[in-house]
């Protein structure tokens, strides 16, 4: 008995001895990469976990674009590395993967985005008639074709607005309204656009325009000479040519719109042309441009000029003076035509001359019923070439004048021989100054040559007061100064108005065409007195 307990005693101390001298097994932890690039684009990519423990993770740096799954395990496995797409500069984030013996990392990088070159035609494409922003990090390249700038810069001010420039590459064409007036980019400038997160819209059914582009998005490269593409009406009219600089045969200005000035009544205008093939569609042109006074040529040809549609309508947009000058070939008719698009013209009281165009396709002779006061030249002609009548300056102060110019036809195929258009001269308006009072708001006033003072008065409840007064030089067509009073019957607050008009005791010949105030986004000039401080 006392034996087998022994037996058992020593059988256990030998299995206690022997676990004793048994090593426990070390732990393994490793990953089959130790760095993991993504593009710019977002992904997922794998890692492969080889362990014999169990294990935890940490996203150490960068969680805020990189996620891994899962966050722990036991033994060998897989991790998903997700990142989100990177809209900016490369970066870098870290994981590290540990267990109570073991610590392994892994460095993650995410590149920036690829640089894109679009044609403009890739740029076009994505529009797709809803407003869509460009995601990723696009550049076209194309040249300035518009010029817009304000006329002291250079440009022909034709546009509505300044924020406005039109590029092409040569295939294709878009607008771009920028962020600010663009005072910088010249018509012939070769330009880099940037164009990632830059929104594609269209206004009022008008052209396709990359809206609110910084000007700091377009980079200048060089320059070069624009080529117009030659296109018929009828290709205008499809729109596939727009915002390019076009060149567009056998069209005329409308009958209707023969003689006007590219602007008319210091509004923005659209003078009607149409083709041979009988399209029709408008030169448009904004009531700042540098030529707005300038009469629309008479002849057919060719004109050139900017694509655009604006609510349907397809225009041209003249980039430069010499767009028109291919209009001067003979007015195309299919039958014998002989008239006059406007038979009454008011003309200023001063010396002056301007141009009148018939609507016609035979041979002519004019004649002037004051010849001496309302000359004409050339007495005779053919088609619509253009005849200019010079008139002296009136020397009534209160009466106006008329003439009658005379055009007459011997074509047998004409039935009224004769048309007329009747000119009258509105009396001459001679720059008289008031009488200056001792108003305690005036300077000192010297007589001047050249110069007048000027006063104005209004109502204020029922009593006539002094309203404002200044010292106008009329050579250069500005006020030195202007004064007005101030007290509280005549003091308010509201809104001003920047429509404006002629002085009515001021000669029109002195004062400036100036309708509206004018200026860059930030500055508005013109005003002379605050309107809006003086209500009553």
């Given at each position: 008995?006392?034996?087998?307990?022994?037996?058992?005693?020593?059988?256990?101390?030998?299995?206690?001895?022997?676990?004793?001298?048994?090593?426990?097994?070390?732990?393994?932890?490793?990953?089959?990469?130790?760095?993991?690039?993504?593009?710019?684009?977002?992904?997922?990519?794998?890692?492969?976990?080889?362990?014999?423990?169990?294990?935890?993770?940490?996203?150490?740096?960068?969680?805020?674009?990189?996620?891994?799954?899962?966050?722990?395990?036991?033994?060998?496995?897989?991790?998903?590395?997700?990142?989100?797409?990177?809209?900016?500069?490369?970066?870098?984030?870290?994981?590290?993967?540990?267990?109570?013996?073991?610590?392994?990392?892994?460095?993650?990088?995410?590149?920036?985005?690829?640089?894109?070159?679009?044609?403009?035609?890739?740029?076009?494409?994505?529009?797709?008639?809803?407003?869509?922003?460009?995601?990723?990090?696009?550049?076209?390249?194309?040249?300035?074709?518009?010029?817009?700038?304000?006329?002291?810069?250079?440009?022909?001010?034709?546009?509505?607005?300044?924020?406005?420039?039109?590029?092409?590459?040569?295939?294709?064409?878009?607008?771009?309204?920028?962020?600010?007036?663009?005072?910088?980019?010249?018509?012939?400038?070769?330009?880099?656009?940037?164009?990632?997160?830059?929104?594609?819209?269209?206004?009022?059914?008008?052209?396709?325009?990359?809206?609110?582009?910084?000007?700091?998005?377009?980079?200048?490269?060089?320059?070069?000479?624009?080529?117009?593409?030659?296109?018929?009406?009828?290709?205008?009219?499809?729109?596939?040519?727009?915002?390019?600089?076009?060149?567009?045969?056998?069209?005329?200005?409308?009958?209707?719109?023969?003689?006007?000035?590219?602007?008319?009544?210091?509004?923005?205008?659209?003078?009607?042309?149409?083709?041979?093939?009988?399209?029709?569609?408008?030169?448009?042109?904004?009531?700042?441009?540098?030529?707005?006074?300038?009469?629309?040529?008479?002849?057919?040809?060719?004109?050139?000029?900017?694509?655009?549609?604006?609510?349907?309508?397809?225009?041209?947009?003249?980039?430069?003076?010499?767009?028109?000058?291919?209009?001067?070939?003979?007015?195309?008719?299919?039958?014998?035509?002989?008239?006059?698009?406007?038979?009454?013209?008011?003309?200023?009281?001063?010396?002056?001359?301007?141009?009148?165009?018939?609507?016609?396709?035979?041979?002519?002779?004019?004649?002037?019923?004051?010849?001496?006061?309302?000359?004409?030249?050339?007495?005779?002609?053919?088609?619509?070439?253009?005849?200019?009548?010079?008139?002296?300056?009136?020397?009534?102060?209160?009466?106006?004048?008329?003439?009658?110019?005379?055009?007459?036809?011997?074509?047998?195929?004409?039935?009224?021989?004769?048309?007329?258009?009747?000119?009258?001269?509105?009396?001459?308006?001679?720059?008289?100054?008031?009488?200056?009072?001792?108003?305690?708001?005036?300077?000192?006033?010297?007589?001047?040559?050249?110069?007048?003072?000027?006063?104005?008065?209004?109502?204020?409840?029922?009593?006539?007061?002094r309203n404002y007064a200044f010292w106008?030089?009329?050579?250069?067509?500005?006020?030195?100064?202007?004064?007005?009073?101030?007290?509280?019957?005549?003091?308010?607050?509201?809104?001003?108005?920047d429509s404006w008009n002629y002085n009515?005791?001021?000669?029109?010949?002195?004062?400036?065409?100036?309708?509206?105030?004018?200026?860059?986004?930030?500055?508005?000039?013109?005003?002379?007195?605050?309107?809006?401080?003086?209500?009553?």
């Open positions: 008995m006392q034996l087998r307990k022994i037996s058992r005693v020593l059988m256990v101390l030998a299995f206690f001895i022997a676990s004793c001298s048994e090593k426990p097994e070390p732990q393994t932890l490793s990953l089959d990469k130790a760095q993991v690039t993504f593009n710019a684009s977002a992904a997922d990519q794998l890692i492969q976990v080889t362990a014999n423990c169990s294990w935890s993770l940490a996203v150490t740096e960068g969680s805020d674009w990189l996620s891994v799954t899962p966050l722990q395990g036991q033994g060998s496995g897989t991790l998903t590395l997700t990142a989100k797409a990177n809209t900016g500069a490369d970066r870098t984030a870290a994981i590290k993967i540990y267990s109570a013996e073991k610590e392994v990392r892994v460095t993650v990088i995410q590149k920036e985005q690829e640089i894109l070159y679009w044609t403009v035609s890739q740029l076009r494409a994505l529009y797709k008639g809803v407003n869509v922003t460009v995601t990723e990090k696009v550049v076209v390249k194309a040249t300035v074709i518009s010029n817009y700038l304000k006329s002291d810069n250079g440009g022909l001010n034709n546009y509505t607005s300044l924020k406005a420039m039109v590029v092409s590459d040569g295939v294709a064409g878009i607008q771009l309204y920028c962020a600010e007036d663009n005072t910088t980019f010249r018509q012939g400038d070769k330009v880099e656009i940037q164009l990632k997160d830059q929104s594609l819209s269209v206004y009022n059914n008008g052209p396709l325009q990359v809206n609110g582009i910084p000007l700091a998005n377009i980079t200048k490269t060089g320059t070069e000479t624009l080529v117009a593409k030659e296109i018929s009406a009828a290709g205008l009219l499809t729109g596939n040519y727009e915002s390019m600089y076009v060149a567009i045969p056998s069209v005329q200005v409308a009958d209707q719109d023969l003689n006007k000035s590219f602007v008319t009544e210091s509004a923005h205008t659209s003078i009607a042309m149409v083709a041979k093939t009988k399209e029709t569609f408008d030169i448009f042109s904004s009531r700042y441009s540098s030529f707005k006074d300038i009469t629309v040529p008479s002849g057919s040809g060719v004109l050139k000029g900017i694509a655009s549609v604006y609510n349907r309508r397809y225009q041209i947009s003249i980039a430069m003076v010499s767009d028109w000058e291919g209009l001067t070939d003979e007015r195309f008719y299919t039958e014998p035509t002989f008239a006059l698009p406007s038979t009454e013209k008011e003309v200023p009281g001063e010396a002056g001359q301007f141009t009148v165009s018939l609507a016609a396709n035979v041979t002519w002779t004019v004649a002037s019923s004051d010849p001496d006061n309302f000359a004409v030249s050339p007495a005779s002609g053919s088609g619509s070439a253009p005849v200019t009548v010079t008139y002296t300056q009136n020397p009534s102060l209160s009466g106006s004048r008329t003439a009658d110019i005379v055009f007459s036809t011997t074509d047998t195929d004409v039935l009224q021989k004769t048309v007329t258009l009747h000119i009258t001269q509105s009396p001459f308006e001679a720059l008289v100054s008031d009488p200056v009072h001792a108003w305690m708001e005036l300077p000192v006033v010297l007589e001047q040559e050249a110069f007048a003072y000027i006063s104005h008065m209004t109502s204020v409840k029922g009593k006539s007061v106008y030089d009329s050579q250069n067509r500005l006020s030195h100064w202007v004064a007005y009073p101030l007290y509280r019957e005549i003091m308010g607050s509201g809104s001003r108005t009515p005791k001021v000669p029109k010949r002195y004062q400036p065409v100036l309708f509206y105030s004018f200026g860059s986004s930030n500055y508005d000039r013109g005003h002379q007195l605050p309107s809006a401080d003086r209500l009553y």
